[in-house]
């Protein structure tokens, strides 16, 4: 399977601001990639899927102004969390082509 | 919409023991399906995966068991160790089209195998 790399393993910001977070595949050109979210206690909910060079698709009930997602490159989706609130802390997910994930980013807001 | 629901919730077991994960899912027309295991604060291991055409895979002490048609998947974990403890999912993968890819999780059973 693809290896996949996940940057920043775990993050702290402040109410109001944007982070960041990327998904390389680094061995696997990948057209599809998904994010998830898991909260405390909770399995995985997907919540969007990026296709290269064309607009990511959201499940039902995600904010896509709120996580805007970027898959630029057959290498390289970003996810944008743009003015964090301490509800969107979480964990944060990548896969690439469905199969294998990336190691998580643990988000805090505070 | 799919559910998947794993049995139990937390399992705890002495070390050197059997046991079996449990994974029922609502919708059978699966692509396949897969079992991972998730350490506290980490991401995602994958332990077995099976094809919906598959009724079984293995990987050393790991046996994973698929009955599509009763929505069905058992991971069996033979002689239990402590590094066994973790949180295993059970991931179901939807059939191509706009679903391919996609996965829904269980909401995972917490082992904990005491020494």
């Known amino acids: 399977g693809a290896v996949v790399s996940q940057h920043p393993s775990w993050v702290i910001c402040k109410s109001g601001t944007s982070v960041k977070i990327e998904c390389r595949s680094l061995?696997?050109?990948?057209?599809?990639m998904f994010w998830y979210r898991q909260f405390p206690k909770q399995s995985l909910m997907l919540m969007a899927t990026?296709?290269?060079?064309?607009?990511?698709?959201?499940e039902q009930g995600v904010e896509k102004d709120k996580f805007l997602i970027n898959h630029a490159s057959l290498t390289l989706s970003t996810l944008t969390v743009t003015s964090a609130h301490p509800e969107d802390s979480s964990f944060y997910i990548c896969?690439?082509?469905?199969?294998?994930f990336g190691s998580g980013t643990r988000l805090t807001v505070v | 919409k799919q559910e998947v629901t794993q049995i139990p919730a937390a399992l705890s077991v002495p070390e050197g023991e059997n046991l079996v994960l449990n994974c029922s899912f609502t919708?059978?027309?699966?692509?396949?399906l897969q079992w991972f295991r998730q350490d506290p604060g980490k991401g995602l291991t994958s332990l077995l995966l099976?094809?919906?055409?598959?009724r079984e895979q293995t990987s050393g002490r790991l046996n994973a068991s698929l009955d599509k048609s009763s929505g069905r998947s058992t991971l069996y974990i033979a002689a239990s160790q402590p590094g066994d403890s973790a949180t295993y999912l059970c991931?179901?993968?939807?059939?191509?089209?706009?679903?391919?890819?996609?996965?829904?999780f269980g909401d995972g059973t917490t082992l904990t195998v005491k020494p």
């Open positions: 896969s690439v082509g469905g199969y294998t």
């Open positions: 061995d696997f050109q990948a057209t599809t």
């Open positions: 990026s296709n290269e060079g064309s607009k990511a698709t959201y």
């Open positions: 919708d059978s027309a699966i692509y396949n």
């Open positions: 099976i094809q919906s055409s598959q």
């Open positions: 991931a179901v993968r939807r059939s191509g089209g706009t679903n391919a890819g996609k996965s829904t």
